[in-house]
Nanobody, 119 residues
Framework: QVQLVESGGGLVQPGGSLRLSCAAS????????MGWYRQAPGKQRELVAT???????NYADSVKGRFTISRDSAKNTVYLQMNTLKPEDTAVYYC?????????????WGQGTQVTVSS
């Protein structure tokens, strides 16, 4: 049974920083990709950033230059460093993982962590 456990959300003032973490646990043979999505109230879930198994990254235009995705492959953990946060970054942030497991390839979501940017 694979689980994704997120941490690091919270309340921060505009211009501040937060670091999100997502650890994948269970029997994992390899990681195709891990990433972060977010969903603000009344809006659809949207991609924030992804990192592929080979290390290449992709960012939403709205976060380029402010957010950085990274990973610790040995720990099957992905991080999202968020700098210069804006009120419009307020959302529930979800971790996503595309993994190779015993029965083949499967996709998983974390439970979500709230990020609130407000003065």
């Amino acid at each position: 049974q694979v689980q994704l456990v997120e941490s690091g959300g919270g309340l921060v003032q505009p211009g501040g920083s937060l670091r999100l973490s997502c650890a994948a646990s269970g029997i994992i043979f390899s990681v195709y990709a891990m990433g972060w999505y977010r969903q603000a109230p009344g809006k659809q879930r949207e991609l924030v950033a992804t990192i592929l198994g080979g290390g290449s990254t992709n960012y939403a235009d709205s976060v380029k230059g402010r957010f950085t995705i990274s990973r610790d492959s040995a720990k099957n953990t992905v991080y999202l460093q968020m700098n210069t946060l804006k009120p419009e970054d307020t959302a529930v942030y979800y971790c996503n993982a595309d993994l190779r497991i015993i029965r083949g390839r499967d996709n998983y979501w974390g439970q979500g962590t709230q990020v609130t940017v407000s003065s």
